[in-house]
């Protein structure tokens, strides 16, 4: 048998609801509740014993409370029981009455069935209400737990207790569900998020090769060894973000710069670059790894790579109260054919986004005076995961 799935399995074994521990702790509560209830209510029976001029024990009086005290705790207990174990008889208030009905007719004394019989049958010569009344009042001695309205009251409240006890419960299964749920989005979300790291990787690093391998053939080999080194920077650098949810704009964008540097040594003036706005506030915004490098290249694709002509790739960065736009241009060339590309970039970079940020970041795409423009407003500081209780 696999050990782990053993381990699995054991673990998932459901636990007690509560332990041997906690079940007698309760039980002690319980019993000193009731055991206060009575030396209370003798301590009143006494003072209106002193009152009408008798004089008691208080010992006495405790013990007479204190025997009527334990039958009630044990119906008490008894009712939960029951009620705990059949829970259909408070599942509605037709339940609920008609439990209480049985409940009434199981602990009226004998002799009432009895004297009910003997009216029935008119075997008694004396029946009347004081014959009646007289019969009640002959079951005092059994104690106050067989008085009707104690025994309502008994029911009512552990009756009461148990449904608020089960909606107790059953708002902390739905909370358990919730978290569950949650837990499980977020797993998902961060399973997507991986996917899309790992598709992006590998794609900068083709793209950078494609870089050298320009390099190469031109023979040029202080280039070529510097270029390698600016390489080996950008992996470096993008290994390691990708470790890391977020990074600070300002490393970012500075491994931007580093990229770009790379891709002039691959298109030489063809490329000129204008990164715009930088700040010490934009510079300490939070901005997921690698998100600008596609949408750079994306521009790069689109532009120098259908002509061979030099072009601008501008990129603008500006604060707007809680968030940072980033815009990212290049120009357009309707005359010319389009490069052919299934336009992973700039849809990668829309599902990062809504998948970090859950709607709270925008991306925009829009063709302006004769330019390619993107457009992202992001948060300035990254979300944050809200715990649920």
């Not at 004998?110 to 209400?129: F, H, Y």
């Not at 079951?139 to 089960?166: C, E, M, P, T």
């Not at 970041?361 to 500081?381: C, G, N, S, T, W």
Request: hydrophobic content about 45%; overall charge negative.
């Amino acid at each position: 048998m696999n050990p782990q799935r053993a381990t699995l399995a054991t673990s998932d074994k459901p636990k007690p609801k509560y332990s041997y521990l906690r079940i007698g702790a309760l039980l002690l509560t319980y019993l000193l509740a009731w055991t206060l209830f009575a030396a209370i209510a003798a301590l009143t029976s006494l003072n209106d014993d002193l009152r009408i001029g008798l004089y008691p024990e208080y010992l006495e009086v405790f013990k007479e409370w204190a025997k009527s005290a334990a039958l009630s705790a044990f119906f008490c207990l008894i009712l939960y029981a029951l009620l705990s174990k059949w829970q259909i008889l408070f599942a509605s208030l037709k339940n609920i009455v008609l439990s209480y009905a049985v409940l009434i007719l199981c602990l009226l004394p004998l002799q009432l069935i009895l004297v009910a019989q003997n009216w029935v049958l008119g075997e008694s010569d004396s029946m009347n209400w004081h014959f009646i009344q007289q019969q009640i009042n002959e079951l005092d001695r059994y104690g106050s737990l067989l008085h009707l309205g104690s025994v309502s009251a008994f029911y009512v409240a552990v009756v009461g207790f148990k449904i608020w006890q089960n909606g107790q419960e059953h708002q902390q299964q739905l909370q358990a569900k919730r978290n569950d749920i949650l837990l499980l989005r977020l797993e998902l979300e961060q399973q997507k998020m991986q996917a899309l790291k790992a598709q992006l990787e590998p794609h900068f690093v083709f793209n950078a090769l494609n870089a050298i391998s320009a390099l190469v053939i031109t023979e040029d080999k202080d280039k070529t060894l510097n270029g390698l080194q600016s390489l080996s920077e950008l992996l470096r650098y993008a290994l390691t973000a990708s470790e890391n949810d977020f990074v600070k704009l300002r490393e970012e964008i500075a491994f931007i710069e580093d990229y770009l540097e790379l891709q002039k040594m691959r298109y030489g003036e063809r490329l000129q670059v204008e990164i715009l706005g930088m700040n010490a506030e934009l510079a300490e915004a939070d901005c997921p790894p690698l998100l600008l490098q596609a949408l750079v290249e994306n521009a790069i694709r689109h532009d120098l790579d259908r002509h061979r002509n030099s072009s601008t790739i501008k990129i603008v960065m500006q604060a707007k109260e809680e968030e940072i736009e980033l815009r990212i241009s290049n120009a357009l060339h309707p005359q010319l054919p389009t490069n052919p590309g299934a336009g992973r970039g700039l849809k990668n970079t829309k599902e990062r986004l809504d998948l970090i940020y859950h709607g709270q970041a925008q991306l925009r795409l829009m063709q302006l005076d004769e330019q390619f423009i993107v457009e992202l407003d992001l948060p300035y500081h990254r979300p944050q995961l809200v715990e649920t209780n």
